[in-house]
């Protein structure tokens, strides 16, 4: 898993420096299968068909633009000034999965939008520090939200972070909210993609049609993530 989690951060950094405006999504989904392929990894999204009633997803790369929060779909958009762009990618190496993500402001955006980025990306780091044999998947709920509500913050309570390691998703369901010393106690061996979605409105979402998720109230959401295992010691974040 920590060889996919390295594949991964590193087709991630390749990718995220290619953003900028006027970039077509496309071209970003494009370059991610052939990063993948010259690792000898595959996309794990890629196909990936979470229930009966879902498509299978057709691309290498969640790209999510501005009120969408997860599963967008690339596209022939050129990205323009001001939109919030969120790369969500899964890796396939040998049968091991990995899942990270970030979310990046292209051009000039508002100062409330570069807010929510950073409030986002702190309460992963949060998150991350809480992570450690003996705690609970509470007291990362707990810090997520409160980290991102103190900010004046939504969490994106619908959609939630996961287990991951031998399939793209696996349990346990890793929330963005919670209370602190209750749920699942962590142990060495476990293997979280941890995950915190925070918006500037109300936090209420919608799926469309494409079976991307977006906010309710169409207010800009970020989102970032890591895969991140517990161990005797502490934690090892596997996608840096």
Request: net charge neutral; proline share 4%.
């Amino acid at each position: 898993i920590a060889a996919s989690g390295r594949i991964l951060a590193e087709v991630l950094k390749r990718i995220s420096q290619e953003v900028r405006v006027g970039l077509p999504l496309e071209f970003l989904d494009n370059l991610t299968r052939r990063l993948l392929k010259e690792a000898g990894a595959k996309p794990a999204f890629l196909g990936y068909q979470p229930g009966s009633g879902h498509e299978p997803f057709p691309a290498a790369v969640c790209l999510s633009l501005n009120e969408q929060v997860v599963h967008g779909l690339p596209s022939s958009y050129k990205l323009q000034s001001g939109d919030l762009l969120k790369i969500d990618l899964g890796v396939n190496y040998q049968g091991y999965f990995s899942d990270a993500g970030v979310t990046l402001g292209i051009g000039k955006i508002s100062t409330a939008a570069k807010n929510l980025i950073e409030t986002t990306r702190k309460a992963l780091e949060a998150a991350i520090k809480e992570v450690r044999p003996g705690k609970h998947l509470g007291d990362l709920g707990f810090i997520i939200e409160t980290t991102i509500q103190k900010a004046g913050f939504s969490v994106i309570r619908g959609l939630t972070g996961h287990g991951v390691g031998f399939e793209v998703h696996e349990d346990p369901t890793v929330l963005n909210y919670g209370k602190r010393g209750e749920g699942l106690e962590l142990k060495p061996g476990m293997v979280l993609a941890i995950e915190p979605m925070a918006c500037l409105g109300k936090g209420k979402i919608v799926q469309r049609s494409d079976d991307s998720f977006a906010t309710a109230d169409a207010s800009l959401a970020s989102h970032f993530e890591h895969t991140v295992a517990v161990v005797e010691t502490g934690h090892r974040v596997l996608t840096l």
